[in-house]
């Protein structure tokens, strides 16, 4: 995925404050929530689209079908089978990179939404995990995350949300 990371050990107690000279709120806010919208209408659009290829006639009952699908990914999985039937064999190696890629933005979206964002420092690092090592101390898993980060991802969203309605539409069509 890219991001920096690094592991900060917990000594005894974790006295973690947020850098008063550095304001997340201000920083963040404004990427954090556009990021949220728009992995929202991505997930929105591979929900759409998978009703439709369930049952053209009505969105009912494909929706009804996924909702019990909660993971995204399961979603994302489900989409690929079928679509990838579907498609000219020199397109099925760019679907399957943009799985691979819808998988990776899943993942960034956990970290986002798990990040402690309050404890953010200037050198744009925050906490996201807490794990124990292989001694069994428990460490911080803090990522390195730029708004340029945020934005670059948004970015992709937005292009991959017209890869997929191409694909559907060429499916539908039958090319």
């Not at 999985?77 to 760019?94: C, H, S």
């Not at 794990?131 to 428990?138: I, Q």
Request: hydrophobic residues 35%.
């Amino acid at each position: 995925m890219n991001l920096k990371t690094e592991k900060e050990i917990l000594e005894q107690y974790d006295y973690a404050m947020e850098d008063e000279t550095f304001n997340p709120y201000d920083y963040y806010s404004y990427h954090i929530g556009l990021f949220l919208i728009t992995f929202s209408e991505l997930e929105h659009s591979i929900e759409t689209h998978l009703s439709e290829l369930i049952n053209q006639g009505s969105h009912q009952p494909g929706f009804s079908t996924i909702q019990f699908i909660k993971d995204f990914k399961n979603k994302t999985f489900l989409l690929m089978k079928y679509i990838l039937p579907g498609i000219e064999d020199n397109k099925k190696e760019r679907l399957k990179s943009i799985h691979k890629e819808l998988n990776e933005l899943y993942e960034f979206r956990n970290i986002v939404c798990h990040a402690k964002w309050y404890l953010a420092k200037k050198d744009n690092s925050v906490r996201v995990k807490i794990e124990s090592n292989k001694d069994g101390w428990v460490e911080f898993k803090n990522y390195y995350i730029t708004k340029r980060d945020i934005s670059k991802r948004i970015t992709r969203i937005k292009k991959i949300i017209l890869i997929i309605d191409d694909f559907i539409e060429n499916l539908f069509q039958g090319h």
